[in-house]
């Protein structure tokens, strides 16, 4: 593109233009997510601001978009003191010690309302920017928490990272404190660079991240496109904040990034609810995060809790275990769910991690897989965080020897042949046909499994046995079935076909927030079930309720609230309800059937390895049930080891530590139980 060559003042007003543009698109692209212009028409601003800034250098300014990378290396890091210490941050695996922490606060704070917020703990490098009247001055590393090192050269080619905060007014000084960190999508492309160049792979995003941030060169840690959030606030001068949540939004004006999905909550049960819901969704990030902070809202009341020598009194970290493995992808399957979702599953080679191998990890939707670009014979991290299904994070795409194909997902039902259809403004996709064989299937497994209506000897096979004979189509099918029905199916004779019945008359009496979980109702969990048989108590009171009561309820909400009532009051879900009600299943909630004896109280039990006669969400329930205490790493403040077929590391622990051990039958012993 030519331009005609401007005098001075012509030139400082396009460079102030082309400066704000840039600003401006960077914001779009980096806090935003959402760009305005392509990669070219960017390229094609800065090269411009490049050739007029060098007809004129005088015009050129630190906070220039062009000044971010340095053209000599630093002789070596300079240290420099934080003027405000930053300290490190209390870390629990435990809810409960998050209901102490937070009780612990309400002691201090008699009396006053208290709000929490909840953000990602980013798993990468904190760091500290100072901006003096919105001009970046300062980037350095927490080093000790007292004196870190000076890295602004490298901050500032941190594309995420304001050379100039927007804004007419800034504050004389903000210090603004984050973690630097790098995403596994760059990770791939890095190591794929790394591979051409004949050096080796960087082993994870935090280690690259650790070490890019040090380099001396700023050009080569402009090659590693890091990133940054804002999480809190240092030192300031002319700048206050009511709330953390006001902070944060600043920071945004600003045009900077605060860690996202930063939510606000007057409740611990409702904090921890919206933990497990964010750890639920870790699959969805590009980036890593070891755990959960949870802070107090209002900056005042932090200022009043004041801190420990170590950390703050304000804020924890719930943190949860992460192991990884590398293993190959052999197959994409998908399969259909219960509500018809169709979700693609990465079938592995077998890889052993965290004490169970896992041969299979759920890709959960379409994007996911074009995303991480998944495909068969790819070698793939796979993570295992807490208790949520294994997941692959990235695909180790320098180790790919050859041209392997896309995967393609399917535009029709696997199982019924149905189109499938996309959920409207969502990722999932689903066979809408509620009689495919698959959905009944998955649906009377989840109706007879221990989450929902518990019958027990009602197992994987035996339900594919009964759906694809046709003698169960619906759940009251179930309640119909005769035991000389039952003698005529594989591997069942006459006296396990007698217990089934048993079992299956004795599911009648499981109650209500039972039977709503095991209906299988899009949005209702066992937490959500819970909730609407506590509140209404009976399923003709609940199908009376209009779709604001049952919005209004706490933590129901609108779009649980339509589910709920759609099904309730569609012609399937009615006949479903009537026929279960004349199969005698109980439609109330039993009177509370808590244990009398608490032979666990104030017992802290851990449990490793798999258990024959509970999962993991059960033996948690039981142990709280009976009284104890259910924690996730074993300490010297453990009462004992539970230990399944299998154990993992925790046993090893518990023997170092002297830590008494159970097995699963003298635990039932313990609490008064049979297997």
């Known amino acids: 593109m030519n331009h005609q060559r401007l005098d001075r003042a012509q030139a400082e007003r396009e460079i102030q233009r082309l400066r704000e543009q840039i600003r401006y698109h960077d914001y779009k692209y980096y806090v935003e997510a959402q760009p305005e212009i392509s990669d070219l028409e960017y390229d094609r601003l800065v090269q411009r601001l490049r050739e007029l800034e060098a007809q004129f250098p005088e015009l050129v300014t630190p906070d220039s978009p062009t000044q971010r990378i340095g053209d000599q290396p630093v002789p070596e890091l300079r240290s420099v003191r934080h003027r405000v210490p930053m300290l490190s941050i209390d870390n629990t695996y435990s809810q409960q010690e998050v209901r102490a922490w937070a009780q612990r606060i309400a002691r201090m ?33 927490r080093g000790n928490g007292v004196v870190g ?99 944060l939004a600043q920071v945004r004006r600003w045009g900077l990034k605060p860690t996202p999905h930063a939510q606000v909550f007057d409740d611990i049960d ?39 020598s170590k950390s703050p009194r304000w804020l924890i970290a719930y943190k949860f275990e992460k192991y990884e493995a590398t293993t190959r992808v052999l197959d994409i399957q998908v399969q259909v769910g219960k509500t018809g979702i169709v979700t693609p599953v990465a079938i592995l080679e077998p ?37 949520i299904i294994p997941h692959v994070v990235r695909v180790e795409k320098h180790l790919r020897k050859k041209r392997l194909p896309k995967f393609h997902f399917p535009t029709r039902c696997p199982e019924c042949g149905t189109p499938l259809v996309q959920d409207e403004g969502g990722v999932y996709i689903r066979c809408p046909n509620p009689d495919c064989p698959a959905q009944v299937r998955e649906r009377i497994r989840f109706f007879a499994s221990r989450e929902g209506m518990d019958i027990e000897g009602l ?67 066992r937490h959500v079930a819970q909730v609407l048989a506590r509140h209404f108590g009976s399923m003709d009171r609940l199908m009376q309720a209009s779709r604001e009561e049952l919005a209004a309820i706490p933590e129901i909400g609108p779009v649980i609230a339509e589910s709920v009532y759609q099904f309730l009051h569609s012609p399937r879900g009615r006949e479903i309800i009537e026929d279960l009600r004349r199969q005698g299943v109980l439609m109330e909630e039993p009177q509370d059937q808590q244990p009398r004896e608490k032979p666990l109280a104030g017992k802290t039990i851990v449990v490793t390895g798999t258990l024959e006669n509970f999962t993991r969400d059960e033996i948690k329930q039981v142990i709280e049930q009976y009284g104890g205490r259910a924690a996730s790493s074993v300490s010297s403040k453990t009462d004992f080891v539970l230990v399944g077929e299998k154990p993992g590391s925790k046993l090893q622990k518990a023997r170092q530590l002297g830590v ?16």
């Open 109 to 141: 704070l008699p009396g006053e309302k208290i709000e929490y917020v909840v953000e990602y703990k980013i798993d990468g490098v904190a760091i500290a920017l100072t901006y003096e009247r919105g001009l970046l001055v300062l980037g350095a590393t």
């Open 149 to 247: 090192d000076d890295v602004t050269h490298n901050v500032r080619t941190i594309r995420d990272v304001l050379l100039r905060l927007h804004g007419d007014n800034p504050p004389p000084v903000v210090e603004l404190r984050g973690e630097v960190y790098m995403t596994n999508s760059d990770l791939v492309r890095l190591n794929e660079e790394q591979k051409k160049r004949g050096e080796p792979p960087f082993a994870n995003t935090r280690n690259v991240t650790a070490g890019s941030i040090r380099l001396l060169d700023p050009k080569l840690c402009a090659q590693r496109r890091l990133r940054m959030f804002v999480h809190s606030l240092g030192y300031t001068e002319g700048v206050e904040f009511a709330t953390h949540m006001e902070f």
């Open 270 to 308: 409702a904090v921890l609810a919206h933990c497990d819901e964010l750890i639920e969704r870790l699959h969805e990030l590009d980036f890593e995060v070891d755990g959960l902070v949870i802070k107090v809202n209002s900056l005042d009341q932090q200022r009043r809790l004041g801190a420990t």
């Open 351 to 387: 890889v052993e991690i965290a004490g169970t191998v896992v041969s299979r990890a759920s890709l959960f939707n379409k994007d996911e897989v074009e995303r991480k670009d998944v495909r068969v014979g790819d070698v793939v991290v796979v993570e295992k965080a807490g208790k």
């Open 459 to 525: 197992g994987e096979k035996l339900v594919d046995q009964l759906v694809s004979t046709g003698l169960v189509k619906t759940y009251g099918d179930l309640y119909r079935l005769k035991q000389e029905q039952l003698e005529k199916l594989e591997r069942m004779g006459k006296k396990s076909s007698q217990n089934l019945i048993r079992n299956i008359q004795a599911s009648k009496r499981r109650g209500l927030a039972r039977l709503l979980n095991a209906l299988a109702i899009r949005h209702v969990g």
């Open 660 to 675: 008494p051990t159970l097995s699963e039958e003298e635990f039932l012993a313990l609490i008064g139980r049979k297997s």
